[in-house]
């Protein structure tokens, strides 16, 4: 008999509830916040999204007995007041990008992917983590920048309350274009994989270009130039409405969609690539 | 229980793995012994399914490791101990890999313990030494309790010390019914601390057997003798039908135990001043086999940096 050479299977006598997508979660979590970046580039995301409005509102409130009438009938408080969120922007976009590129660039990713081999799940649960932290700090970037404005705003009179038509939802609005950035951030790093590579990109994609593209001349440059990225994903913080460019809640689904393909072409390729 | 069935893997027009099919059964330490650049990593990351195979699969206790569920209780692995984010303490890297399996943080304090880091497990990863970072992989290796370890080379960078406590380490696992799988290119290393060896050469498997028989067929004895009439014994081996080749000072005698050539000196009177066996070592013998596999030979002295087993190696050929 060969019973003494057959060992009988032995099994873990460890627990475990298995890769649940609130457990990978839960582990994303706990790793989202075990490095130091993240509190970094969260920080700078709010502060200097804050000073950048500090600086527009001051000016704009300093120099106001000046500004032509038909630009005075135009003013938008809430929205100038939503202007520095255009350079936190760039931060949490960093931090997207960062949360996957870094698992890359440190060999993180090897030990990710055996304890939990089910790619999507990984994917899913890390955007799903970050798009919560995205989004609250977002809209703390958002509130606190409409209240340092509309400080300033209010001593010359022109300023917006929290009360008035469309400006909860341009501040909500703020909050879910942060929200936007960081997933843009988070989409691209998915398809590139290396963090300088990625950050430039999106950094391009959401402050570079979009500038570049208000100097396309014709009918299908200013077309171009509506859909880009974040000239699509801000309108959402506007309450005059620009008539040249998309609608806010447009304008946002237009953004969404953007981040989304790039993500969605990330994650085949993160199936299909060797890890 | 690992299993690969006809695993290949192509990177560009290069073969990495090759058809290459074996088991791995639980209980005895495994060696998956080649030299480097054979492809041992890059079958253990088809194993995991972090390296897609061109054809061919991998299969853990008996199903594709994409599919498990508790993939931690199934496998743990130390591939690269630099494979971990430096930022990160040791405790939360663990308490992380913990919670994507839903596996009680408690277990945390056991690896630590087990693995002898429990003062470090506050500090950054990044100031780790290359011991401690295996220690590391181990330990987060061993959370799930799995039923299958995979380590490569894991005494890499290793002390004394740390290599015969992972020895020790894999073979307790191993008796208690675990499988375990562990790469090195060193035979001398496998010798001690594998019971079976899978062998492979440019992707290619050479040899899967246990050590004992892998010893046996393959490393040769030859008798040597010296004598100060080495030339009247070398025409009388001659006569006798052997082959006899000069080594330095020494007649080296194929297909003759140092019996029969004592026998054959004293029937001619000839004096004999030293009979010995010459068994070629086991890195030698590992040589011997993979000596078409190599995937870098190493040149002549002023191309050989970076290859000194094998300069160790006929340095003992020539002694």
Known sequence: MSTATINPPVQSSVPSSGTTVANVARSEWTKLWSVRSTRWTLLATVLVSWAFTTLFAWGESANWSQVDPQEK???????????????????????????????????????????????????????????????????????????????????????????????????????????????????????????AGSITTAIGLLFVLPILSNLLPGEWGKTIQRYFFSNAGGQITTIRQDPNQLTPWNGYLVFTIEWALILLAGAILLRRRDA | MLEAHGLTKRYGDKVAVDDLSFTVQPGVVTGFLGPNGAGKSTTMRLILGLDRPDSGEALVNGRRFASARNPMQEVGALLDAKDVHGGRTAQAHLVALC????????????????????????????????????????????????????????????????IIWIRQFMQTLAARGRTVFVSSHLMSEM?????????????????????????????????????????????????????????????????????????????????????????????????????????????????AAGSDEQALVSARTER
């Open chain 2, 99 to 162: 919670q994507s399996n839903g596996i009680s943080t408690s277990r945390v304090g056991e690896v630590l313990e087990m693995t002898g880091l429990r003062e470090v497990a506050k500090k950054r990863i990044r100031g780790f030494s290359l011991g401690m970072s295996q220690r590391l992989g181990i330990a987060a290796a061993m959370l799930g309790d799995p039923r299958v370890l995979m380590f490569d080379e894991p005494v890499n960078g290793l002390d004394p010390e740390g």
């Open chain 1, 73 to 195: 009938a135009t003013f938008d408080p809430t929205a100038t007041s939503l202007g520095g969120l255009y350079f936190g922007q760039l931060a949490i976009a960093v931090l997207g990008a960062l949360i996957i590129t870094a698992e890359y660039s440190t060999g993180g990713i090897r030990t990710t992917l055996t304890a939990v081999p089910q790619r999507l799940k990984v994917l899913l649960a890390k955007g799903l983590t970050f798009a919560v932290v995205a989004l609250v700090v977002g809209l703390i970037t958002s509130f606190g920048a409409f209240f340092i404005g509309q400080a300033f705003f209010a001593t010359v009179g022109v300023e917006a309350h929290l009360g008035d038509p469309g400006v909860t939802r341009a501040l909500i609005g703020g909050g879910l274009y942060i929200l936007g950035c960081g997933m843009l951030g988070f989409a691209v790093g998915t398809l590139l994989r290396h963090s």
């Open chain 2, 191 to 303: 010798s001690i601390t594998a019971e079976h060896l899978i062998v492979i050469g440019r992707g290619k498997l050479l040899a899967d057997m246990s050590t004992a028989d892998f010893i046996a067929e393959n490393s040769t004895a030859r008798t040597r003798v010296r004598s100060p009439q080495g030339e009247q014994l070398a025409e009388a081996l001659a006569a006798d039908g052997a082959r006899v080749t000069t080594v330095d000072s020494y007649l080296e005698v194929d297909g003759r135990t140092t019996d029969q050539v004592g026998d054959i000196a004293a029937a001619k009177g000839l004096t004999v001043h030293e009979l010995f066996t010459q068994r070629s070592s086991l890195e030698e013998a590992f040589m011997e086999m993979t000596r078409d596999s190599v995937e870098y030979h190493a040149g002549s002295a002023d191309g």
